[in-house]
């Protein structure tokens, strides 16, 4: 059953919690504004990025509900004068328990992109899977 799009700055994304959540996977840290959700950055031809312009991978996880149409955010730091920075964009599914990856093109990335953070803004839950 999908509840439908939660804001996640409404109320309602913080009672939407698993009951049993899984284990989060190690090396990952919690996205803020949803539950459950976790994520790593990471560069996107594997292992440490080599170029300060590279395109950026963003592998999420959810150890709660699956989730569809999955707005996030990164925000972080780039460029020579340290100015903030933050992109959007929809990952179509985030399936319990299966990691996902993503990537946020070069081009829409701040120089020497760094300090990342990621938040999720909205999803569809649902609660059945």
């Known amino acids: ?3 439908g799009v939660v804001s996640t ?3 309602r994304a ?3 919690m698993h009951p049993s959540p899984l284990p989060a996977p190690e090396g990952m840290l919690p996205c803020s504004g949803l539950r459950d959700v976790y994520y790593r950055q990471e560069a996107a031809w594997g ?4 170029l300060a312009s590279e395109t950026v991978a963003i ?3 959810s150890t709660g509900h699956s989730l569809r149409e999955v707005t996030i955010e990164l925000s972080g730091i780039g460029g020579a004068d340290g100015r903030r920075f933050s992109v959007r964009q929809v990952v179509p599914e985030v399936p319990r328990g ?4 993503t990537e946020i093109a070069s081009y829409d990335l701040p120089d020497d992109p760094r300090q990342f953070s990621v938040s999720v803004v ?4 649902n609660v059945d899977k």
């Open 9 to 11: 700055e409404s109320h």
């Open 122 to 125: 909205s999803a569809e839950v």
């Open 14 to 16: 913080a009672e939407l």
């Open 1 to 3: 059953m999908i509840l």
């Open 47 to 50: 292992g440490e990025k080599l």
């Open 59 to 61: 592998a999420l996880y």
């Open 98 to 101: 299966r990691e996902i990856r």
